[in-house]
């Protein structure tokens, strides 16, 4: 089955100290994307990649950094410049930018302390 | 970039059509309408997108007046499992802008 896969679910980790979520799509999408989202929240996009090698920061990009080497693969990295790090993250990919459905991951809950 | 607003919950009961409306009033030529339905600790799951007039699949039907301000998700007969967080979406990636989420409409269905 095609689909996207977010690992691990669950991640915990102690202050100051920098956490790499994984992101794997084997659908052949050339858009991926991060969200942010916290209880009761909406999603908030941290980054966005359009095509390999390429990325945007979205509305919340500080504190985080991405990668994009491979096109089924987009890593975010959660830094300890993150003053806010525990939270649902979901990653996304769609066939394209433009008006393309999003197809989610089901989440890596991260917990700081 | 269009900003969407949605209520903020609804109740309903198995059996009942349930529709939820979107309000997007300066959506843009290119912009897309998409929903997407969220149960607690996963991913949203695409439910519709529709660009005018009526779209329906298997689990919705999506109006869109001709001005396109606004748009009604349709929900025919709900059941428990339908109980779940809601998400209109206007606009894609490109040109600069973002695909933002709003909180959604949180959906109860009672038996």
């Known amino acids: 089955d095609g689909g996207i896969t977010q690992s691990p679910k669950y991640l915990f980790r102690k202050e100051g100290q920098n956490v790499t979520l994984s992101c794997e799509q084997n659908?052949?999408?050339?858009?991926m994307y991060w969200y942010r989202q916290d209880p009761g929240q909406g999603l908030r996009l941290i980054y966005y990649s359009q095509i390999v090698n390429d990325f945007q920061k979205g509305d919340i990009a500080e504190g985080y950094s991405v990668s994009r080497e491979k096109k089924e693969s987009f890593p975010l990295t959660v830094t300890s410049a993150q003053k806010n790090p525990t939270a649902f993250y979901l990653c996304a990919s769609s066939i394209g930018p433009d008006n393309s459905p999003l197809h989610f991951g089901n989440g890596t809950r991260l917990t700081v302390t | 970039l269009a900003k969407t607003t949605q209520p903020i919950s609804m109740d309903s009961y198995e059996g009942q059509e349930v529709n939820i409306t979107c309000s997007h009033n300066n959506i843009a030529t290119n912009d897309y309408i998409t929903w997407y339905q969220q149960f607690p600790s996963q991913g949203p799951r695409f439910i519709i997108q529709g660009y005018k007039t009526k779209v329906t699949n298997e689990v919705a039907s999506l109006f869109i007046p001709a001005d396109r301000k606004s748009s009604t998700l349709s929900l025919p007969r709900v059941s428990l499992s339908d109980t779940a967080v809601y998400y209109c979406l206007v606009g894609a990636l490109g040109a600069g802008t973002a695909l933002i989420f709003g909180k959604g409409t949180t959906l109860s269905v009672s038996s």
């Open positions: 659908l052949n999408h050339d858009a």
